[in-house]
Nanobody, 119 residues
Framework: QVQLVESGGGLVQAGGPLRLSCAGS????????MGWFRQAPGKEREFVGVISWSGGSLDVVDYVRGRFAVSRDNAKSTVYLEMNSLIPVDTAVYYCAADPISIRVARYWGRGTQVAVSS
């Protein structure tokens, strides 16, 4: 059974950092892009960032660029989301995803981890 399990969420004060992890299991993720999405209360899920298998191609959405970074450790089948200078609008459930072709229609999804940023 393929699983993506997020961890590292929690409550943080505005301006603080948080690092999310997502560990994959149940298959090899060789060749898979891995990425992050988030869903705030009352809003649709939105793309945050993605990293290719090699790490040579990565992208984050404009409104987190310069604050968030995506990285991965292929030996651990783990993708990370390093978040800095958090602001209250970053409050959301963060999901990781994996797909061999397009992260925006990802085949595999985690169950999410809650991030709450207090002002």
């Amino acid at each position: 059974q393929v699983q993506l399990v997020e961890s590292g969420g929690g409550l943080v004060q505005a301006g603080g950092p948080l690092r999310l992890s997502c560990a994959g299991s149940g298959r090899t993720f060789r060749g898979y892009a891995m990425g992050w999405f988030r869903q705030a209360p009352g809003k649709e899920r939105e793309f945050v960032g993605v990293i290719s298998w090699s790490g040579g191609s990565l992208d984050v959405v404009d409104y987190v660029r310069g604050r968030f970074a995506v990285s991965r450790d292929n030996a651990k089948s783990t993708v990370y989301l390093e978040m800095n200078s958090l602001i209250p609008v970053d409050t959301a459930v963060y999901y990781c995803a994996a797909d061999p072709i397009s992260i925006r229609v990802a085949r595999y999804w985690g169950r999410g981890t809650q991030v709450a940023v207090s002002s």
